[in-house]
């Protein structure tokens, strides 16, 4: 079979360098082994059966005429769940299959296995599931307001067309979590006053590699898993518990992975292709297609929200309050920690005394929501930042001087009441990013291709105006509020061919991002040799934790670089003599007689191990009443201009220019760092101007690359991008994480800059050509 | 049904190929060439481009049976030996490449648009490229990829 196989480079660059990616050659030759690759000798084709209904109670389903199809091995349903027929990642809610409840469109009903994809699909169109369909719940608000009517997850729920029968799962009812935030004065008075209510539509992570994996059976009754996730022991985790297996039965190997952005940190197909596996001993492999990926998958949840801003007359922030809806749809997923994020950071990075935020996460019968790149503090940007500029027109101030008067800094005090103990440059980003050169105006000469509807030639410049607007933003690093943070890294250093070489071992996801570059340049760095293998990602080795948060380069290269001075510890110990040593070059060195031996004559045919596992500082639970208390471990800061040019006729946007100014701390691997905000940036000027999806009554109604836009390189602008380096003390080389706050500030900072060109209030994104044009 | 075609130079036989496979699917399933790759399978993202007897094309939308006899040259039939074509060096040293599963599909995109145009402005590798998503980039690096192949084929 084809699977991930350890990966080395030579290089000789470690922290801070920009070595080439070890995976790089293998993906520009086309021979990296993506999970949708996989192949293997005598393998089979699972297929899910979903749900057409977002609510529904299943009266009874039928496999017999599938079980019939010619090439067909397996049909299963929740009745072949061995285990708990639950799971999830914060609360085990969320069925593997459907049991007496469907819950959303899509969700999945009965797997088959057969010797062709095709086949598999055709057979489970012959699986007959007999519904008794209900109205869908499909507004937050009233789910939470008509409780009686709408309990999804509601023994109680006593309504005219849900059964009673229906919904057994969550007695609290529809609400996923409340996080209720406090500070100051509860009855602060200002001079004044603007108040907004803001939507934010549906965003799906749309990454290009569809969910996919292969699952095999093995001799001691487990199974071995290829698959492509963000956090294999978490998936480990759920996976047992469904198929009531031992962890050490149930084994997991990333394969490539064409992209996260969050959506695999839930399950997709793991534990499905794991039943198949088991139930008919033959490998399994499954592969979405870019439709079942729209319902494979978690979205970004959907959000409305009402912000009110107090001020002075000088743009001094009295007070600011806000409530955020949060649609989590049918299961939890991550809603609690989004929730959390949203309202912790609701109100962006400013400094104000007087802070009172409500945030809901909410079931309804909609798609299931839960982590996407920006994680809550997306959403809530849109409306922090569009209340900046109107408090600043309101004032007839500068916007950009008017975020700079409340701009939070190192001494100052979240809205949690937690102290900012590292540096917090949120003036000095924006400062910057208004000082960057302005692209070229470019108006006289006409280029159809830099126009609002580009060559459809539908302007020529008449009736194009532009506008230039300002956006900034922060986000918590790693894993907040009380959660056991941590990595798992195993570091070896021995003598190979004459030669030095580290191995690195963690279970850490490279998703795409580079961190297996960033793992090697920690060893080469720490241990100072050249050849440094990163070992396949795997559950052999304690967890790592999730890529995501932003977390990974921190948590993880945290852990690896704890391993390597673990190694290195008991290296020197073989040393007699000088004990002001370091090791650079293959080589002992010590600071006052220099070089003192090499590697290879040290080590000989010894082999030094160390696994550590690492944490970062401690956090702790908000309090329930005020939700104060020391959250986060680190935020990270990022700043956007935007320029556009707006076809008012047409409601056609051609953004012109992106700049960024982000503080990273320390930029292990430079262009990487420069990558990750590109790339964030693109995904938050996506979801200002094209990207949702499009949910009505519950249902999806565009799950395709054809209905449901992304931006092409005809829509990204050419971005300018800055990047700074103020340590944080904390962290490991002073690093910050660097995915997230592009994503966050880029959006705004567009929607503000089509405000500026058209004066018009624009409360909801993403933007549409019929918001620009009152049609 | 039997399909015969030749990928990258070599004659390839595919068997019990069913009407409805795509030619993407015979190469990635029944040739053991997963290179191109499937994030749409339905023409709207270009990470399957394959040259067709010479023409990219979306080889999610061919018919398996349309390639009978014809020539299919794919990502892994750039390269000479160990040595990257151009284009693929430049991906590499652009940091064009985050997860990848674009750049197959954009190299091949890229490979053909020199060819046909050695010295694109900005605008038309914009336009030539307008059909290959990519999620991860933001398509910055890839314009520098293509500007520095470009370079690199002209000297
Ligand atoms: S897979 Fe062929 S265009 Fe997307
Ligand atoms: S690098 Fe991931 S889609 Fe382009």
């Known amino acids: 079979m084809t699977s991930p196989t350890a990966t080395e480079t030579v290089t000789t660059t470690g922290v801070g360098g920009s070595p080439q990616r070890p995976d790089g050659v293998r993906k520009v030759r086309g021979e990296f082994a993506y999970a949708s690759d996989l192949w293997m000798d005598g393998m089979i084709w699972g297929a899910t059966l979903r749900s057409p209904h977002p609510f529904a109670r299943i009266r009874s389903i039928d496999v017999s005429q599938a079980l019939a199809v010619a090439g067909v091995h397996a049909v299963l349903t929740a009745d072949d769940v061995p285990g708990e027929n639950r799971y999830g990642l914060e609360l085990a809610d969320q069925p593997v299959l459907a049991d007496d409840t469907v819950r959303y469109q899509g969700e999945p009903v009965a797997l088959i296995a057969a010797d062709h994809p095709e086949i598999a699909r055709q057979a489970a169109k012959r699986v007959r599931v007999n519904y008794d369909v209900w109205e869908p719940v499909t507004d937050a608000r009233a789910a939470l307001g008509r409780p009686t009517w709408n309990m999804l997850h509601d023994t109680a729920a006593p309504a005219t067309k849900i059964s009673r029968q229906s919904a057994h799962l969550h007695p609290k009812g529809n609400l996923v979590r409340h996080l209720k935030l406090r500070k100051g004065d509860p009855e602060p008075t200002a001079d004044v006053v603007v108040v907004g209510e803001y939507e934010v539509g549906m965003q799906d992570q749309a990454f290009l590699g569809p969910e996919s994996g292969l699952a095999v059976p093995a001799a001691d009754g487990g199974v071995d898993l290829f698959v492509a996730t963000q956090w294999l022991h978490a998936d480990q985790r759920q996976m047992c518990s469904a198929l009531r297996l031992p962890p050490e039965k149930v084994r997991l190997t990333l394969s490539g992975v064409g992209g996260a952005f969050g959506g695999r940190e839930d399950l997709s197909m793991h534990v499905h292709a794991s039943l198949l596996a088991l139930h008919t001993g033959k490998p399994v492999k499954m592969v979405y297609n870019r439709e079942e990926s729209f319902f494979g998958h978690v979205h970004r949840h959907p959000a409305s929200m009402r912000f009110e801003h107090g001020a002075d007359r000088d743009g001094r922030l009295a ?57 809550g503090s997306v959403q809530a940007a849109f409306a922090h930042e569009a209340q900046m500029d109107k408090l600043a027109a309101e004032l007839g101030m500068d916007p950009v001087e008017l975020r700079c008067r409340n701009a939070m800094r190192e001494g100052s005090t979240a809205p949690t009441g937690q102290l900012i103990d590292s540096p917090a440059p949120v003036e000095e980003l924006l400062r910057r990013v208004q000082a960057l050169p302005m692209p070229v105006d470019r108006s006289g000469e006409l280029d159809l291709r830099a126009m609002p509807g580009g060559v459809s030639n539908t302007t020529h410049g008449e009736g194009v105006v532009r506008g230039v607007g300002y956006a900034v933003a922060y ?60 070992q396949a990602k795997d559950t052999q080795v304690g967890s790592a934790g999730s890529s995501s948060a932003s977390r990974q380069t921190y948590v993880t290269g945290g852990a690896v670089k704890a391993a390597c001075e673990a190694v290195r510890a008991s290296l020197f110990v073989l040393v007699t003599g000088p004990t002001d040593l370091r090791l650079e070059g293959g080589q002992v060195v010590s600071a006052s007689e220099g070089v003192v031996s090499s590697l290879a004559e040290l080590l000989g045919d010894e082999i030094i191990e160390d696994t550590v596992q690492w944490r970062h500082r401690p956090t702790f639970p908000v309090d329930p009443d005020t939700g104060q208390g020391v959250a986060h471990v680190q935020w990270a800061f990022s700043a956007h201009r935007a320029v556009v040019d707006v076809d008012t006729e047409l409601g056609l946007v051609k953004v012109v220019e992106l700049a960024c100014v982000q503080d990273v701390g320390k930029a292990l691997n430079p262009p990487a760092v ?21 949910v009505a009554d519950g249902k999806i109604r565009n799950p395709s690359f054809t209905d449901y836009l992304i931006p092409t390189i005809l829509d990204m602008p050419p971005m300018q991008i800055e990047v700074l380096e103020y340590a944080d003390p904390h962290a490991p080389y002073g690093l910050r994480g660097v995915g997230e706050p592009p994503t966050i500030s880029s959006g705004p900072a567009v929607v503000a800059a089509i405000r500026a060109a058209t004066g018009l209030p624009l409360t909801r994104v993403p933007v549409r050509p019929e918001h620009l044009t009152g049609m | 049904m039997r399909v015969n075609l030749t990928v990258n130079g070599v004659a390839m036989q595919a068997d019990d190929v069913w009407e409805g496979e795509s030619l993407l699917y015979v190469l990635r399933e029944r040739l053991a060439l997963p290179g191109s790759k499937n994030a749409c399978e339905q023409g709207e993202c270009g990470s399957c481009s394959v040259y067709l007897d010479g023409e990219v094309v979306c080889a999610c939308l061919v018919a398996a049976g349309q390639a009978q006899g014809r020539s299919v040259r794919t990502v892994e039939g750039l390269a000479d030996g160990e040595r ?11 940091g064009a490449v985050q997860c990848g599963f674009c750049t197959p599909g954009l190299i091949v995109m890229v490979h053909d648009l020199l060819q046909r145009n050695p010295q694109p402005s900005d605008p038309e590798i914009r336009e030539a490229l307008a059909g290959n998503l990519c999620r991860c980039t933001g398509y910055e690096k890839i314009l520098d990829a293509v500007r520095q192949a470009a370079e690199v084929k002209a000297t």
């Open chain 1, 319 to 375: 007070y600011v309050k806000a409530e955020i809806y949060l649609d989590g749809g049918a299961y939890a997923s991550s809603t609690p920690a989004v929730v959390g994020n949203a309202g912790t950071m609701g109100i962006g990075p400013y400094d104000v005394d007087n802070v009172a935020v409500d945030a809901w996460g909410v079931y309804t019968n909609n798609p299931p929501c839960g982590a996407m790149r920006g994680f």
């Open chain 1, 475 to 534: 986000k918590n690093v790693g894993f907040s509020e009380g959660f056991d943070d941590f990595s798992t890294a195993r570091v070896r250093l021995e003598i190979v061919g004459g030669e030095p070489v580290a191995t690195v071992h963690t279970a850490a996801a490279e998703v795409g991002q580079g961190l297996e570059t960033v793992e090697q340049q920690i060893a080469r760095t720490e241990l100072g040799v050249e050849r440094v293998v990163v």
């Open chain 1, 674 to 694: 420069v990558g990750q905000i590109q790339g964030g940036t693109a995904q938050g000027m996506g979801l200002a101007l094209m990207e949702e999806i499009v």
């Open chain 2, 84 to 94: 990257l074509d151009p284009v693929q060096q430049a991906f590499l040293d652009a």
